[in-house]
């Protein structure tokens, strides 16, 4: 694939992270909602590894944080920019139960770990107060992000994403 589709196909994904994000939400807790933009991000650590996963899920973040609320959330887009390092290395083709596992540990040390830690130094939240809600938004983004690993398989995207 030439340099020029891959950044073509990575902003396409940005794109569709912020309109998948932005189509449904479902608040939670605070400003914790479920997320169907971690669809696209596993589709893109999937399908382009890790450099295009980490720009879909960084710049996506930023971008919905911007559009909704106007503020930039340093400790999602860093805990985005590990999780997209992780899958995107690691992630293997036709291996369904160790992609979710290698989601599930990924969205941990970017959600509960990097996010939480980035947060309670940053804005002096207790510990306390912040993995709570945070454990939330690693439940539901561990689960999206899963569910995004089962869609990358389809054989339709395999063949638009290789061509």
Not at 53 to 62: N, Y
Not at 86 to 106: E, M, P, Q, R, V
Not at 112 to 133: D, F, M, Q, R, S
């Amino acid at each position: 694939m030439t340099n020029t589709k891959k950044i073509t196909f990575t902003a396409i994904g940005i794109a569709l992270y912020v309109v998948l994000s932005m189509s449904m939400k479902i608040p939670l807790i605070a400003h914790i909602s479920l997320d169907l933009g971690y669809i696209a991000f596993a589709l893109y650590c999937y399908h382009f590894g890790a450099i295009s996963g980490m720009i879909v899920g960084g710049i996506g973040c930023i971008l919905i944080s911007l559009i909704t609320t106007g503020w930039f959330p340093p400790g999602w887009f860093l805990g985005n920019l590990v999780i997209g390092l992780i899958c995107g290395c690691l992630y293997k083709h036709d291996a369904t139960i160790s992609n979710i596992i290698i989601t599930i540990i990924a969205v941990a040390i970017g959600i509960l770990g990097i996010k939480t830690v980035i947060e309670c130094k940053l804005y002096g939240i207790p510990y306390a107060v912040k993995i709570p809600k945070n454990a939330i938004a690693f439940i539901t983004d561990a689960a999206v992000m899963s569910a995004g690993t089962l869609f990358a398989r389809n054989k339709t995207i395999e063949r638009i994403c290789h061509e």
